[in-house]
Protein backbone atom coordinates (compact mmCIF):
# COMPACT_ATOMS: atom_id res chain seq x y z
CA UNK A 1 0.00 0.00 0.00
CA UNK A 2 1.09 3.46 -0.20
CA UNK A 3 3.56 4.66 2.28
CA UNK A 4 4.45 7.96 3.35
CA UNK A 5 8.24 8.62 5.27
CA UNK A 6 9.08 10.76 7.65
CA UNK A 7 12.88 12.04 8.50
CA UNK A 8 13.67 12.67 11.23
CA UNK A 9 11.38 10.02 13.81
CA UNK A 10 12.96 12.41 16.35
CA UNK A 11 14.97 15.17 17.05
CA UNK A 12 17.02 17.49 19.92
CA UNK A 13 18.28 20.86 18.98
CA UNK A 14 18.94 24.11 20.98
CA UNK A 15 16.96 26.86 21.46
CA UNK A 16 17.10 29.52 18.45
CA UNK A 17 18.43 26.52 16.13
CA UNK A 18 16.28 25.56 13.01
CA UNK A 19 15.06 21.84 12.59
CA UNK A 20 13.76 20.88 9.10
CA UNK A 21 11.83 17.65 9.02
CA UNK A 22 10.92 15.55 5.25
CA UNK A 23 7.69 14.05 4.43
CA UNK A 24 7.85 11.78 1.20
CA UNK A 25 5.70 9.91 -0.37
CA UNK A 26 7.49 6.31 -1.33
CA UNK A 27 5.06 5.03 -4.13
CA UNK A 28 2.30 7.78 -5.02
CA UNK A 29 2.25 11.34 -6.08
CA UNK A 30 1.06 13.43 -3.40
CA UNK A 31 -0.80 15.71 -4.87
CA UNK A 32 -1.30 17.70 -1.11
CA UNK A 33 0.43 16.91 1.79
CA UNK A 34 -0.76 17.89 5.30
CA UNK A 35 0.93 18.89 8.18
CA UNK A 36 -0.15 18.08 12.03
CA UNK A 37 1.21 19.01 14.76
CA UNK A 38 0.14 17.11 18.06
CA UNK A 39 0.96 17.79 21.62
CA UNK A 40 1.25 15.40 24.68
CA UNK A 41 -2.71 13.83 25.39
CA UNK A 42 -4.06 16.13 22.88
CA UNK A 43 -5.80 15.75 19.20
CA UNK A 44 -3.77 16.43 16.18
CA UNK A 45 -4.26 19.81 15.16
CA UNK A 46 -4.08 20.75 11.14
CA UNK A 47 -1.41 23.64 11.07
CA UNK A 48 -0.92 24.33 6.81
CA UNK A 49 -2.03 22.20 3.75
CA UNK A 50 0.54 22.39 1.23
CA UNK A 51 -0.12 21.43 -3.00
CA UNK A 52 2.88 20.62 -5.16
CA UNK A 53 4.11 23.56 -6.50
CA UNK A 54 1.98 25.97 -4.92
CA UNK A 55 2.21 28.32 -0.99
CA UNK A 56 0.98 26.68 1.82
CA UNK A 57 -1.81 27.69 3.27
CA UNK A 58 -1.55 27.80 7.00
CA UNK A 59 -4.33 27.52 9.51
CA UNK A 60 -5.74 30.29 11.67
CA UNK A 61 -3.00 31.10 14.61
CA UNK A 62 -0.27 29.37 12.96
CA UNK A 63 2.92 31.51 12.26
CA UNK A 64 3.98 31.02 8.79
CA UNK A 65 7.08 32.85 8.84
CA UNK A 66 8.14 30.30 12.13
CA UNK A 67 6.81 26.98 10.32
CA UNK A 68 8.28 27.25 6.78
CA UNK A 69 6.64 24.19 4.81
CA UNK A 70 7.98 23.62 0.82
CA UNK A 71 6.24 21.44 -1.27
CA UNK A 72 8.60 21.39 -4.31
CA UNK A 73 7.85 18.42 -5.99
CA UNK A 74 5.19 15.30 -6.11
CA UNK A 75 6.69 13.15 -3.36
CA UNK A 76 8.57 15.68 -0.77
CA UNK A 77 7.40 18.25 1.56
CA UNK A 78 9.60 19.93 4.02
CA UNK A 79 8.72 21.16 7.33
CA UNK A 80 11.47 24.16 8.75
CA UNK A 81 10.89 25.24 12.25
CA UNK A 82 13.01 28.36 12.53
CA UNK A 83 14.39 29.51 15.61
CA UNK A 84 13.31 26.54 17.83
CA UNK A 85 11.41 27.86 21.22
CA UNK A 86 11.08 25.15 23.63
CA UNK A 87 7.10 25.80 23.37
CA UNK A 88 8.20 24.36 20.07
CA UNK A 89 8.37 20.84 21.31
CA UNK A 90 5.82 18.79 20.23
CA UNK A 91 5.13 15.66 17.42
CA UNK A 92 4.79 16.08 14.17
CA UNK A 93 2.52 14.80 11.88
CA UNK A 94 2.32 14.95 7.90
CA UNK A 95 0.12 13.25 5.46
CA UNK A 96 -0.18 12.52 1.75
CA UNK A 97 -3.14 12.61 -0.99
CA UNK A 98 -2.96 11.41 -3.91
CA UNK A 99 -3.21 9.01 -6.43
CA UNK A 100 -1.27 5.54 -5.64
CA UNK A 101 -0.21 2.77 -7.95
CA UNK A 102 -4.18 1.48 -8.34
CA UNK A 103 -5.29 4.68 -9.49
CA UNK A 104 -7.09 5.27 -6.34
CA UNK A 105 -7.22 8.26 -4.00
CA UNK A 106 -5.01 7.20 -0.78
CA UNK A 107 -4.40 9.15 2.18
CA UNK A 108 -1.38 8.33 4.45
CA UNK A 109 0.18 9.09 7.31
CA UNK A 110 3.67 9.50 7.88
CA UNK A 111 5.28 8.07 11.20
CA UNK A 112 5.51 11.46 12.63
CA UNK A 113 8.50 13.80 14.00
CA UNK A 114 9.07 14.41 17.35
CA UNK A 115 11.38 17.27 18.15
CA UNK A 116 12.50 18.30 21.50
CA UNK A 117 14.00 22.38 22.09
CA UNK A 118 16.43 22.81 24.64
CA UNK B 1 -17.49 25.22 14.18
CA UNK B 2 -16.09 21.97 12.87
CA UNK B 3 -15.20 19.80 16.00
CA UNK B 4 -15.12 15.84 17.25
CA UNK B 5 -15.33 14.92 20.74
CA UNK B 6 -14.38 11.08 22.07
CA UNK B 7 -14.39 9.36 25.06
CA UNK B 8 -11.11 10.31 27.13
CA UNK B 9 -8.77 7.08 27.95
CA UNK B 10 -6.86 5.50 28.54
CA UNK B 11 -9.58 2.55 28.41
CA UNK B 12 -7.85 -0.90 29.96
CA UNK B 13 -9.99 -3.94 29.84
CA UNK B 14 -9.50 -7.67 29.32
CA UNK B 15 -8.61 -10.14 26.25
CA UNK B 16 -11.96 -10.65 25.07
CA UNK B 17 -14.07 -7.90 26.79
CA UNK B 18 -16.35 -5.71 24.65
CA UNK B 19 -15.54 -2.35 23.81
CA UNK B 20 -17.18 0.80 22.59
CA UNK B 21 -15.18 4.16 22.32
CA UNK B 22 -17.68 6.76 22.09
CA UNK B 23 -17.29 9.78 19.62
CA UNK B 24 -19.63 12.88 18.78
CA UNK B 25 -19.18 15.55 16.14
CA UNK B 26 -20.53 18.65 15.47
CA UNK B 27 -20.05 19.92 11.60
CA UNK B 28 -21.71 21.61 8.68
CA UNK B 29 -23.61 19.26 5.91
CA UNK B 30 -22.72 15.85 5.69
CA UNK B 31 -18.80 15.01 6.37
CA UNK B 32 -17.55 11.55 6.14
CA UNK B 33 -16.50 9.80 9.41
CA UNK B 34 -13.25 7.96 10.00
CA UNK B 35 -11.69 5.76 13.38
CA UNK B 36 -7.97 5.62 12.42
CA UNK B 37 -5.08 3.41 14.67
CA UNK B 38 -1.99 4.24 16.18
CA UNK B 39 0.01 1.80 16.97
CA UNK B 40 3.45 2.19 19.31
CA UNK B 41 5.61 3.87 17.11
CA UNK B 42 4.09 3.84 13.80
CA UNK B 43 2.22 6.16 11.71
CA UNK B 44 -2.00 6.79 12.01
CA UNK B 45 -3.17 4.42 10.52
CA UNK B 46 -7.27 4.31 8.85
CA UNK B 47 -9.52 1.45 10.37
CA UNK B 48 -12.54 2.34 9.29
CA UNK B 49 -14.95 5.09 7.37
CA UNK B 50 -18.33 5.87 6.97
CA UNK B 51 -19.06 8.39 3.94
CA UNK B 52 -23.04 8.33 4.63
CA UNK B 53 -26.07 8.50 7.35
CA UNK B 54 -26.33 4.98 8.30
CA UNK B 55 -23.17 3.36 6.73
CA UNK B 56 -21.62 1.39 8.63
CA UNK B 57 -17.98 1.05 8.46
CA UNK B 58 -15.90 -2.40 9.81
CA UNK B 59 -12.67 -3.84 9.47
CA UNK B 60 -10.59 -6.08 11.75
CA UNK B 61 -13.44 -6.50 13.96
CA UNK B 62 -14.14 -3.09 14.73
CA UNK B 63 -17.57 -1.58 13.33
CA UNK B 64 -19.03 1.68 13.43
CA UNK B 65 -22.04 3.26 12.59
CA UNK B 66 -22.92 6.25 11.18
CA UNK B 67 -25.42 8.00 13.20
CA UNK B 68 -26.71 11.27 12.15
CA UNK B 69 -29.18 11.93 14.42
CA UNK B 70 -27.25 11.51 17.30
CA UNK B 71 -24.30 12.80 15.34
CA UNK B 72 -22.57 9.85 16.97
CA UNK B 73 -20.14 7.22 15.14
CA UNK B 74 -18.92 4.83 18.33
CA UNK B 75 -16.31 1.99 17.71
CA UNK B 76 -17.21 -1.17 19.05
CA UNK B 77 -15.46 -4.48 19.02
CA UNK B 78 -16.85 -7.48 20.54
CA UNK B 79 -13.97 -9.14 21.87
CA UNK B 80 -10.55 -7.42 22.14
CA UNK B 81 -7.26 -8.78 21.53
CA UNK B 82 -4.06 -7.84 23.13
CA UNK B 83 -2.84 -6.61 19.87
CA UNK B 84 -5.57 -3.94 19.75
CA UNK B 85 -3.65 -1.76 22.25
CA UNK B 86 -3.09 1.11 20.37
CA UNK B 87 -4.30 4.77 20.47
CA UNK B 88 -7.68 5.13 18.57
CA UNK B 89 -8.64 8.71 17.02
CA UNK B 90 -12.44 9.33 15.40
CA UNK B 91 -12.27 12.18 12.86
CA UNK B 92 -14.43 13.76 10.31
CA UNK B 93 -13.42 15.30 6.82
CA UNK B 94 -16.05 17.20 4.29
CA UNK B 95 -16.08 16.61 0.83
CA UNK B 96 -12.65 14.75 -0.79
CA UNK B 97 -9.48 13.22 0.25
CA UNK B 98 -8.37 16.61 -0.06
CA UNK B 99 -10.17 18.32 2.48
CA UNK B 100 -8.90 18.63 5.69
CA UNK B 101 -9.44 16.28 8.36
CA UNK B 102 -10.71 17.02 11.95
CA UNK B 103 -9.33 14.81 14.79
CA UNK B 104 -10.68 14.51 18.35
CA UNK B 105 -8.09 13.85 21.00
CA UNK B 106 -7.53 10.01 20.84
CA UNK B 107 -8.07 7.46 22.88
CA UNK B 108 -5.61 4.96 24.80
CA UNK B 109 -6.60 1.97 24.27
CA UNK B 110 -4.51 -1.15 26.79
CA UNK B 111 -5.65 -4.68 26.82
CA UNK B 112 -4.59 -7.08 29.27
CA UNK B 113 -4.04 -10.53 28.75
Known amino acids: GAVVSQHPSWVICKSGTSVKIECRSL??????MFWYRQFPKQSLMLMAT?????????EQGVEKDKFLINHASLTLSTLTVTSAHPEDSSFYIC??????????????FGAGSRLTVL | GNSVTQMEGPVTLSEEAFLTINCTYT??????LFWYVQYPGEGLQLLLK?????DKGSNKGFEATYRKETTSFHLEKGSVQVSDSAVYFC????????????FGSGTRLSIRP
Open chain 1, 95 to 108: SATGQGLSGANVLT
Open chain 2, 50 to 54: ATKAD
Open chain 1, 27 to 32: DFQATT
Open chain 2, 27 to 32: ATGYPS
Open chain 2, 91 to 102: AHRRYSSASKII
Open chain 1, 50 to 58: SNEGSKATY
